[in-house]
Nanobody, 124 residues
Framework: VQLQASGGGLVQAGGFLRLSCAASGRTFSNNVMGWFRQAPGKEREFVAAISWSGVNTFSTYYADSVKGRFAVSRDGAKNTLYLQMNSLKPEDTAVYSC???????????????WGQGTQVTVSS
């Protein structure tokens, strides 16, 4: 499985960005995809995840720090994961990475596949 993340950039505080993560290759053993981020000098942290069991049956999960501002979604037809980030804050500045196929969605070490990161920088 290959994951290709895109959509990062520089934005002012209060602005928005949408990250994408296109997946290709074999199907997943676990229908879970997630986003993590790592700021300079900090540990990688969970941002959001989505799990699905059918076309219209899915669940989403968020870190408290992004709840109400970020929205994770997935387009099954395109096999692409999205992260809509609104009301961005300077503390959201980090490298954002997508991951797929996990038996424990909140831990990055439990994901089988990783994409490269995309830089998000929020200026104050």
């Amino acid at each position: 499985v290959q994951l290709q993340a895109s959509g990062g950039g520089l934005v002012q505080a209060g602005g928005f960005l949408r990250l994408s993560c296109a997946a290709s290759g074999r199907t997943f053993s676990n229908n879970v995809m997630g986003w993590f981020r790592q700021a300079p000098g900090k540990e990688r942290e969970f941002v959001a995840a989505i799990s699905w069991s059918g076309v219209n049956t899915f669940s989403t999960y968020y870190a408290d720090s992004v709840k109400g501002r970020f929205a994770v979604s997935r387009d099954g037809a395109k096999n692409t994961l999205y992260l809509q980030m609104n009301s961005l804050k300077p503390e959201d500045t980090a490298v954002y990475s997508c991951a797929a196929d996990s038996n424990y969605r909140f831990s990055y070490s439990r994901y089988r596949y990783w994409g490269q990161g995309t830089q998000v920088t929020v200026s104050s």
